[in-house]
């Protein structure tokens, strides 16, 4: 699976530039969600981070670009526009893992309370990607739309971060450390869905 992954996106040669490379690894993430953004992270820390202090520009660069990406896609739906962006999202969604359904819901979020739901959005894997997509095309402003990316991915990347650092302290290879990681976040994620579903079924 390691070299799968390595074979669509070089992301230990990208990684071997350093905080430059991590950056240009974050923004990728955020624009083309090739591969789980905790995986990305988990490795880029067990990999680039030696000692606790150098955590800290990691953190920051990786959070930065990661940034950079979500204004990139509020960007996006500021210029399609609500009817533009809908229809691409309908036609090619499922593509990228962004169905109508979740689209939509995303765009409702907004209606209650934005900077909550941008903060928070940031923490929940394929969410973080488009939601900046219905930030833009209801004009958040740009300023509040800004400090509630950085909030919440300055909170995801950093504790994937230094998890995949507590990972390498514990002499873990950063490929098998990252892989197993990804599959138990996985199991987590199938197990919290469930539960969710489960109990949307029994309140209706």
Known sequence: MTHAIEGIIPIASIASYGLLGAALLALAERLIPVVPSYGLFIFLGSSMVATPIDLVPLIIATTLASSLGAVCWYGLGHALGEERTHNLVKRFGRYVWLREPVYLSLS????????????????????????????????????????????????????FISLGYGLHVLGWNPWIATLVAVCVLIVLECCILWLVRRRKDTLA
């Not at 903060?119 to 990607?129: A, E, K, S, W, Y």
């Not at 939601?131 to 919440?152: C, H, K, M, N, R």
């Open 108 to 159: 409702d979020r907004y209606s209650r309370n934005a900077f909550v739901a941008t903060f928070i959005g940031q923490t929940i894997p394929v969410v973080r990607v488009y939601l900046s997509l219905p930030a833009g095309i209801l004009a958040l402003p740009l300023v509040t739309f800004t400090l509630a990316v950085l909030s919440g991915s300055a909170l995801w990347v950093g504790a």
